[in-house]
């Protein structure tokens, strides 16, 4: 059987330049969080929703960042959730559950169908309050600068309204963990320190010069100084507002150790500048929320890590 040369010819360059258009399709161009893209995934987005190939890439991205949103967030919904939704639509349209199920039927609309779409709804919702909660970022300095802004306008006003709060005078022991002091042996040795305290066997700071693994208050009988409680971690900021002044706390546990402390006094002290930190941090955060909420898929690129490759 004779082969035309022509034909032969034709069909290798046909192959060859399929070839290269499927190479062409599989290129990666772009990678989302190290996720790629590949050019026939933008051929696609084109040839169902669009012409413009970079809305086309814009579309796969936002695609792979709400997948990544639902994942990350890790939400769950649950069947009391769901049923507890469609009783509430039920009585806001003024019908039984029975009633529902009929308007659902004459629209064509199967129950399982509508369980499962009211599940997506709701999913979806919590994955983009998930999303735009993350997308807060707030920066000391942004926070100094309007304070600073919002102090001097109310000053020019004359609305300067003087805010003061409770400072403590705080004193500590700490004891700190390691191999051959557990937290039960920690725990024990503050008892007995506070004990001896206590009945006069030592005094606070003598203890603090001689325990203490907070070198630096140690030195100088376990003393913090003035300060408002908040400056300190979550349980020592219980422990100062919670421990009657001249009374020493029963051992308590933080991030840094082990602690005994006395409040030794309390004084009031102005907070006009932090109040005014609170209202520019709250003013920041209210503005970048409703900014992400606009656009919750913004608010995932935000924070994604985008690379487009040529």
Not at 22 to 27: G, L, Y
């Given at each position: 059987m004779k082969m035309n040369l022509k034909s032969v010819l034709f069909a290798a360059i046909g192959f060859f330049v399929l070839a290269a258009h499927?190479?062409?399709?599989?290129?990666v161009v772009a990678t989302v969080n190290g996720i790629p893209i590949l050019e026939s995934q933008v051929q696609s987005a084109?040839?169902?929703?669009?012409n413009d190939r970079q809305a086309a890439l814009n579309k796969v991205i936002d695609d792979i960042l709400v997948d990544q949103?639902?994942?990350?967030?890790d939400v769950k919904v649950n069947n009391a959730q769901i049923d507890q939704i469609?009783?509430?639509?039920a009585a806001q349209n003024g019908l039984t559950f029975?009633?529902?199920?009929?308007?659902?039927?004459?629209?064509?609309?199967s129950y399982r169908a509508y369980r499962q779409q009211i599940a997506q709804q709701v999913m979806m919702s919590e994955v983009r309050n998930h999303a735009i909660s993350q997308s807060v970022d707030v920066s000391r300095e942004q926070v100094e600068v309007l304070a600073k802004k919002m102090l001097d306008e109310a000053k020019a006003k004359g609305s300067v309204a003087q805010i003061s709060d409770t400072q403590?005078?705080?004193?500590h022991i700490l004891l700190k963990l390691n191999p051959l002091?557990?937290?039960a042996q920690a725990k024990a040795q503050l008892e007995q320190i506070r004990a001896d305290i206590i009945v006069g066997k030592t005094t606070f700071a003598d203890a603090a010069l001689k325990y203490s693994k907070d070198y630096l208050s140690g030195a100088n009988g376990g003393s913090l100084g003035y300060a408002f409680p908040e400056m300190y971690v979550g349980p020592f900021n219980q422990a100062v507002r919670t421990t009657k002044p001249g009374v020493i706390s029963a051992p308590f546990k933080t991030e840094f150790g082990w602690h005994?402390?006395?409040?030794?006094?309390t004084r009031q002290a102005d907070r006009t500048e932090d109040a005014y930190r609170q209202k520019a941090y709250e003013q920041i955060v209210n503005q970048q929320l409703q900014d992400s909420a606009r656009d919750w898929v913004q608010a995932l690129r935000k924070r994604a890590n985008i690379k487009y490759i040529n």
């Open positions: 499927v190479h062409a399709e599989e290129k084109i040839n169902k929703k669009t949103a639902v994942k990350e967030s469609i009783e509430g639509i029975g009633q529902l199920l009929d308007a659902l039927d004459y629209q064509g609309i403590y005078e705080v004193r002091l557990n937290d005994i402390l006395e409040v030794t006094n």
